[in-house]
């Protein structure tokens, strides 16, 4: 019998994969515990319907992350902060304030996690920091740190 996974199966298979189950295991324990449904016309047409809406939404998401790409690569964020004569800042520079000024300055929301920063930055100076928007889409983001 040809089923639809709704759930991950360890052994068995992913979820929204259709796969060919005993007609005991289908009825017995599949359907009773919601893991899966039966494999015909309106299950199928759901799946197809389901699958075609998460494409968009990823292409949409994909398209998005490269539109802010390009605003972020023509910005050059300017960050204040207190520093000391030889330029050590007091604290350092992280990639929470680096969103926080990004959101502040320019209007584009990014989450923390997705600056890619080796290490605090301690020094004044221009930087220029890696951003992951989505997977394969990366952006360079020219920092400046000036002390006050």
């Known amino acids: 019998m040809k089923v639809i996974l709704l759930t991950d199966i360890k052994g068995v298979g992913k979820k929204d994969q259709i796969i060919n189950a005993s007609d005991g295991y289908a009825r017995n324990f599949l359907f009773p515990k919601k893991m899966a449904v039966e494999a015909n016309k309106e299950n199928l047409a759901k799946l197809k319907s389901q699958n075609e809406s998460k494409a968009f939404k990823k292409e949409t998401e994909k398209n ?5 790409a390009k605003a972020i690569e023509k ?8 520093a000391g004569e030889n330029g050590k800042i007091f604290g350092g520079v992280t ?22 920063l080796s290490e605090t930055i301690k020094n004044v100076g221009t930087f220029t920091i890696e951003i992951k928007l989505y997977e394969g889409i990366m952006a360079r983001l020219k920092l400046n740190v000036v002390s006050e």
């Open 75 to 82: 910005i050059t964020l300017k960050i204040m902060v207190k």
């Open 95 to 116: 990639a929470k304030e680096i969103a926080e000024s990004l959101k502040m300055q320019h209007s584009i929301d990014i989450d923390k996690k997705k600056i890619l």
């Open 64 to 68: 998005e992350a490269k539109e802010i």
